[in-house]
């Protein structure tokens, strides 16, 4: 069993940054793949960043690639998502999310891949 508190969210003007983290309980945490996903109203829970068990493989949506960094620490249970150059659009609740493959594959990619959900925070981009 998992659980995962996310922080760090709040409200940014456009063109900013913010650091989200999330606290991850559990000792089999440095074996998940480990994803950062969000929500904005009326739209599908998507995939923002994943990153592997050891750090050595991420993935990123293309929405937000050279904008967003996704890292972990192993040894403080904890998985970060940085994100610079903040646009509206970027706008929704942020969820962190555990999988039990230690790996990204294809099913890491989506929401249905994941096993263990924090309850989100809200990031909110002013234009």
């Known amino acids: 069993q998992v659980q995962l508190v996310e922080s760090g969210g709040g409200l940014v003007q456009a063109g900013g940054s913010l650091t989200l983290s999330c606290a991850a309980s559990?000792?089999?945490?440095?074996?998940?793949?480990m994803g950062w996903f969000r929500q904005a109203p009326g739209k599908e829970r998507e995939i923002v960043a994943a990153i592997r068990w050891n750090g050595g493989s991420t993935y990123y949506a293309d929405s937000v690639k050279g904008r967003f960094t996704i890292s972990r620490d192993n040894a403080k249970n904890t998985v970060d998502l940085q994100m610079n150059s903040l646009k509206p659009e970027d706008t929704a609740v942020y969820y962190c999310?555990?999988?039990?493959?230690?790996?990204?594959?294809?099913?890491?990619?989506?929401?249905?891949?994941?096993?263990?959900w924090g309850q989100g925070t809200q990031v909110t981009v002013s234009s």
């Open positions: 999310a555990a999988s039990q493959w230690s790996t990204i594959v294809g099913v890491t990619t989506r929401p249905s891949g994941f096993d263990y």
């Open positions: 559990g000792r089999t945490f440095r074996t998940y793949t």
